[in-house]
């Protein structure tokens, strides 16, 4: 007797009805929460994590500023509240950090963009839940798209040096794909929040001005 | 106590070096201080120092009752408490970003990765295990602790032996090692961890087995842990200098070359400790 979830059937589908390589349906809100000058709510399927940015404003800890420098509206805080759990933790923080600091129209060099991958015997997954990563060796992967750099590693399972190369550059072409989300959420906040400023102005020159915002846009 | 950040001087002429593959202990970029390995009278004591980095471990066996959700299982515990014995800026009763690391790390590297067999440890199900305590001293900072720390509770583990114990029905019976030879603990594979130490001008090499002032003028640091038999345990790498894909593939088959090397190192001073010892066989 035992119904274990197969984590990988014969069909090539997961337990969740996913194919190998498939990655959750990721939901993005960048609509603003509280008095924080900028937020994110990331789904992941059914992960849920919300992050909110206070910043640039006043160190409130001494301790915490550079001692040799001038030091005017520096800090920025970072709070992080996990709603829902299920698996891909780090991936679904590190994804709404960027996505709240780019909110909150702090300068970033690029985006971060995580995502998590195992290895099921010899196949590897993307993507995983809470019941995949308990039984599979996993690893969570940071890339800054632009470039393809990678700015986070971490595993904590064993995993054999063979198999890690391949979900390890696996990952990194998966967080390109989270990076189209995540800038095409931006875009179309950003237009939003265009028009609704644009309006009560003449029509034609809100739609130049969103346009002008469209071309920047399609630089990152 | 914060020590001093590195002086302007000393910061140029360590990157201008690096930049010409000269470290300036005289080491190649790639190449770990050697460790040296000396063993105490007790079995399970060792002191392991890499360069002028030297970390204490011991190893002690007590029978308790195991956990109720896990009546099968014995318990290991690491204690890895960083005194300013080790250098001045360390404080007593306040763990520094580098000592929560370095306890994270040992956790991950030799309890998460179950390097031990935890039923092993089993004696009665459900009333008496043995619960294994490994506690970490760190003697001296030189650099590059993590590694140190987790090479000499590895060994530590590996050098020591258990008590033997009989059990006739509920009746239990431990030998004095004096009366029967004690046994070793069922260790499953011997992880390594590395450390590279990265820096922000992409002109200068990553560093294995970073001093002190590497240490402190890197970038950005990378920690793997993996056995000989090129199965990764652990691999770290929070924030720092983002790398390319392949350099930190290239990072991990270093690391491979290492643990192989190291291994060996590790099993023929165990060997050798061995052999001094009188163990007699009745």
């Given at each position: 007797?035992?119904?274990r ?5 014969e ?24 008095q ?28 915490q500023t550079?001692?040799d ?23 679904a ?128 | ?51 002028k ?19 099968f299982?014995g ?50 199900a459900?009333?008496?295990v ?45 030998h ?11 260790i ?33 640091v ?6 000989a ?54």
């Amino acid at each position: 007797m035992g119904s274990r979830v197969e984590i990988l059937n014969e069909g090539g589908f997961r337990s969740d009805g996913r194919r190998q390589y498939e990655l959750r349906d990721m939901s993005i809100d960048l609509s603003q929460q509280g008095q924080a000058d900028g937020s994110a709510v990331v789904t992941h399927g059914l992960t849920q994590v919300l992050v909110s940015v206070f910043g640039p404003r006043e160190a409130k800890m001494r301790s915490q500023t550079i001692h040799d420098r001038a030091n005017i509206n520096v800090e920025i805080d970072v709070f992080v509240q996990v709603l829902q759990q299920d698996g891909a933790l780090l991936q679904a923080c590190i994804n709404a950090t960027t996505l709240a600091l780019v909110n909150a129209g702090i300068p970033l060099l690029d985006f971060v963009c995580a995502v998590t991958g195992g290895v099921h015997s010899t196949s590897p997954l993307l993507d995983l839940t809470f019941l995949e990563e308990n039984d599979l060796p996993n690893v969570t992967v940071a890339v800054m798209p632009k470039t393809g750099k990678v700015t986070l590693v971490t595993m904590e399972t064993r995993l054999h040096v063979d198999r890690f190369e391949e979900i390890f550059r696996l990952a990194g072409d998966a967080g390109k794909v989270i990076h189209g989300e995540m800038k095409s959420a931006v875009r179309s906040r950003t237009s939003t929040l265009v028009t609704a400023m644009g309006s009560g102005s003449r029509v034609v020159g809100g739609e130049a001005a969103e346009k002008d915002g469209d071309d920047r846009m399609n630089e990152y | 106590m914060r020590p001093p950040s590195p002086s302007i001087p000393e910061k140029e002429f360590l990157f201008s070096s690096l930049k010409e593959s000269l470290r300036l202990d005289g080491r190649l970029p790639m190449e770990i201080r050697a460790p040296i390995l000396t063993f105490g009278d007790d079995l399970g004591w060792v002191e392991c120092s890499l360069g002028k980095t030297r970390v204490l471990a011991q190893v002690e066996g007590k029978m308790v009752k195991p956990l109720p959700e896990r009546p099968f299982e014995g318990m290991i515990t690491i204690h890895s408490e960083i005194s300013p014995m080790a250098s001045s800026e360390y404080e007593p009763g306040r763990p520094s970003d580098e000592e929560v690391t370095i306890t994270r790390m040992l956790d991950k590297v030799l309890k998460r990765s179950d390097a031990v067999d935890k039923e092993s440890l089993c004696i009665l199900a459900g009333q008496r295990v043995w619960h294994i305590r490994l506690t970490l001293h760190f003697l001296s900072d030189a650099g590059n602790m993590l590694d140190c720390a987790c090479l000499a509770g590895m060994v530590a583990l590996k050098h020591f032996r258990r008590p033997d114990v009989e059990v006739v029905g509920d009746e239990v019976t431990v030998h004095q090692p004096t009366e029967r030879a004690p046994i070793p603990l069922a260790i499953h594979h011997t992880p390594f961890c590395f450390t590279f130490a990265f820096f922000s001008d992409p002109a200068i090499p990553p560093v294995i087995d970073p001093t002190q002032l590497e240490q402190r003028l890197s970038a950005g640091v990378l920690s793997i842990a993996l056995n000989a038999q090129r199965e990764l345990c652990v691999l770290q790498k929070l924030g720092g200098v983002p790398l390319d894909t392949e350099e930190v593939l290239k990072i991990v088959n270093i690391a491979v070359q290492k643990a192989k090397e190291l291994n060996n190192i590790v099993d023929a001073r165990l060997k050798e400790d061995w052999a001094g010892r009188k163990v007699e066989v009745r």
